[in-house]
């Protein structure tokens, strides 16, 4: 299956087919799924595709609307005369210039803070169903030309000073705003579906989901196996959590970090390490009536026979799935990390 590249830290994209050959093998039966930690979809947009009925779940609003676009918008409703008409300034609006005015030179080039800040208040102008489309083609630019795609460090000069070195692109990072909008509206208009699924969308942390369904997919952020402090998924992509709430910004932003971290979405759940086991058995006995299907790493705290024990706290049976080594990119310590998928029954 062909899929859309959304990149995200963590993203399961490479494992799609392992996961759900590991659920056929096991004889796994389900006509519904809940996606709680959904990302920017592609467990979801993978399980749409195989004709499952969708409930997908995130904290992060700016990841809902990516959902959206990949799930829930038709094929051809947003076009490349709406991507550009994004970046021009409209006769009659006033427009702020929140990005440029409190991030100069921290992840984005004066002139693209600008663009950026046009971009965003134009979006509150179209209709509905195409906003979900206009922000995926914003975020998926704004991701691209960042060294990492991340956010958690103030490190434009990793491009504007660049050195040949063993990550990034220099050529894509200075694609220009206009010609990244054209490519992803292509790439999205191939990726939509022609008729829609059935998915439904919410936007809250996984505990305080109250949705159902056969098969809950569980993929929490990883822990290292010593505690290093870690970083949070809020914070490698709070600036683009921060733009789907662009008048509260300055309000949100933490000026005593150097990466200005907009506090708009924060929560702590499943983000500390202390608490990951109890947060974790406690959503998987709110979904004790549906199978579990929990994603984790070998090289991950805590241990895969911990999760296991937990998973059998409320489920009678369980399978270990070794999905084969996937180390991250940024990380050449980790060629031995497999992925595992317990499913319990």
Known sequence: MNLPVTRYYGSKRRLLDKIWEALAVHQIEFNSVLDLFGGTGI???YMAHKGKDIIYNDILSFNCEIAKALLCSSRGSFTEADALALLQR??????????????????????????????????????????????????????????????????????????????????????????????????????????????EITNTSALKCDRHADLVYIDTPY????????????????????????????????????????????CSEFEKRSNYINELDEL????QDSIIALSYTTEGYPSIQELEEVVH????????????????ALNRNNAERQEVLIIGL
């Not at 220099?170 to 208009?189: A, M, P, R, S």
């Not at 914070?235 to 005593?256: C, K, S, T, V």
């Not at 998987?284 to 979904?287: E, G, Q, T, V």
Request: hydrophobic residues 35%; glycine residues 6%.
């Open 43 to 45: 467990v979801s947009y």
């Open 313 to 328: 706290r409320h489920k009678q049976t369980i399978h270990v799935c070794y999905l084969g080594k996937h180390g991250f």
């Open 90 to 199: 409209v006769d009659g609006r006033e427009y702020q210039n929140i990005i440029a005015q409190n991030f100069n030179q921290v992840y984005y080039t004066p002139d693209e803070d600008e663009i950026i800040d046009i971009v965003v208040q134009n979006i509150h102008y179209l209709e509905n169903e195409k906003k979900a489309s206009a922000y995926y083609i914003l975020f998926q630019s704004c991701m691209i030309k960042r060294p990492f795609n991340l956010f958690h460090r103030k490190n434009l000069n990793l491009r504007t000073n660049f050195v040949k070195a063993n990550f990034g692109n220099k050529v894509t990072w200075e694609q220009t705003f206009k010609d990244l909008f054209l490519k992803f509206t292509k790439e999205l208009n191939e990726f939509q579906f022609e008729a829609l699924p059935n998915v």
């Open 284 to 287: 998987i006995h709110k979904h």
């Open 223 to 266: 822990f290292p196996k010593q505690d290093g402090g870690g970083i949070t998924y809020h914070n490698r992509y709070h600036f683009l959590e921060g733009l789907m709430n662009y008048a509260e910004i300055p309000d949100y932003i933490d000026r005593q970090k150097v990466n200005l971290e907009i506090g708009v979405g924060k």
